[in-house]
Each structure stands twice: as C-alpha cells, then as structure tokens.
T-cell receptor
Framework: GAVVSQHPSWVICKSGTSVKIECRSL??????MFWYRQFPKQSLMLMAT?????????EQGVEKDKFLINHASLTLSTLTVTSAHPEDSSFYIC?????????????FGSGTQLSVL | QKEVEQNSGPLSVPEGAIASLNCTYS??????FFWYRQYSGKSPELIMF????GDKEDGRFTAQLNKASQYVSLLIRDSQPSDSATYLC???????????FGAGTRLFVKA
C-alpha cells in the first residue's frame, strides 16, 4: 500500500520557537494532503487541506498565520508551527489521498508529538 | 451537532464476544465511510470502509451502513485482547475530499 512518511516523530521545544513538520508521500503523488491535530483522548481534528502549488485551505478556527502550510511538490507538504506555545502541544498527523481518487482511503503518516515547554 | 458522533465508551467486552461500535453522521451527502483503529500514541490504521447500504464483511469485522438513518456500525466478532484500542468512525463530506472523524470509542477486550 501507499506510504506516507512524517518527520520528526516527536519534538520538544521552548515556547516561542518555530517547529517544522514534514509529510512525504513515498510511492505516489498527492496533490492534496491533510493536516490533523489530536489532543489526548480526543479525536483527530482537521486543521487544513494542503494543495500542491496553491494556498492551503484552513478549517474554521485554525490560525493560518500560526500554522503555515507549504505544499511545494506532489510528494511533500510541510506544517510549521510558528511561535509555539504550550497550548500548541499536541499530536499532529498528516495524511494523503491518491490523486484523483474518490472514495479512497487516507494514508496516514506516523504522527508528530509536539511538546512545547 | 457534531458532524460525526460516537459513544466515547469505554466499551468492555470479554474475549471471544462480539463488540458493537456505532456511529452517526449529519451530512446526508456523505459518500464514504471508514472505520479506523488507533492505538495510543500511534496514527490511525484503516480497518474497514463502506460505500453502499448494507453489510460488508472482512474477516472478523463487519461494517454496516444505513444512509437513510445516517448510521454506520462496526461489529468485531471473536474479540481479542489485541483489539483493545480506540475505534474512529470517519466520513467523507459530500462533494469533497475532506474526511471528518468522530471522537472515537475506546474498546477494552478482557482476557
């Protein structure tokens, strides 16, 4: 099956610093990738849809200036948490869908656990 | 109203029993329905997907979909302790590619 690689798996940073998370589709092209956030014992919350070559589409309540998304190629999307604060500590997961395929399952990255001190 | 609703549980069943997990959704235009299993600290992994009304069986798992009632369920037969996890119901919004997740149901299978 398709593989989505996400790095880093975990990161600890000081408050005020920026953290970049990478999501790569290893064996397929993904014009669309998705970024989710999950707090402990809660569900995955869709943050934004990352579109290759264009601006990301953010869900209501998600600050686009804080969570910068870049999807520069068909295999790479990045999420940068700018000026991270302790409340940004969460499990961030990316996913991708095979290009042009409806009714198709999502392929998930392994997730990034972010802890902001 | 949440787009995808699940009972958070925990649901506790003895080993070998049938576990029944339920989910309702609000968008009538939803086309695709998925069940994911998630272990603590890990990403979700797909268990089943279903598009048409009725039942779909895959090994010990059966997904059931009733679009008129906006209801989807997952049955796990012969439950094993390794099935203990959080099960996420996911729905593709009608007309788009966005997948929305329910809050998940925690399942405990007692040995």
């Amino acid at each position: 099956g398709a593989v989505v690689s996400q790095h880093p798996s975990w990161v600890i940073c000081k408050s005020g610093t920026s953290v970049k998370i990478e999501c790569r589709s290893l064996d397929f092209q993904a014009t669309t990738m998705f970024w989710y956030r999950q707090f402990p014992k809660q569900s995955l919350m869709l943050m934004a849809t990352s579109n290759e070559g264009s601006k990301a589409t953010y869900e209501q309540g998600v600050e686009k200036d804080k969570f910068l998304i870049n999807h520069a190629s068909l295999t790479l999307s990045t999420l940068t948490v700018t000026s991270a604060h302790p409340e940004d500590s969460s499990f961030y997961i990316c996913s991708a869908r095979l290009t042009g395929r409806l009714n198709e399952k999502l392929f998930f990255g392994s997730g990034t656990q972010l802890s902001v001190l | 109203q949440k787009e995808v609703e699940q009972n958070s549980g925990p649901l506790s069943v003895p080993e070998g029993a049938i576990a029944s997990l339920n989910c309702t959704y609000s968008d009538r235009g939803s086309q695709s329905f998925f069940w994911y299993r998630q272990y603590s600290g890990k990403s979700p992994e797909l268990i089943m997907f279903i598009y048409s009304n009725g039942d779909k069986e895959d090994g010990r798992f059966t997904a059931q979909l009733n679009k008129a009632s906006q209801y989807v369920s997952l049955l796990i037969r012969d439950s094993q302790p390794s099935d203990s996890a959080t099960y996420l119901c996911a729905v593709d919004r009608g007309g788009g590619f966005k997948t929305i997740f329910g809050a998940g149901t925690r399942l405990f299978v007692k040995a």
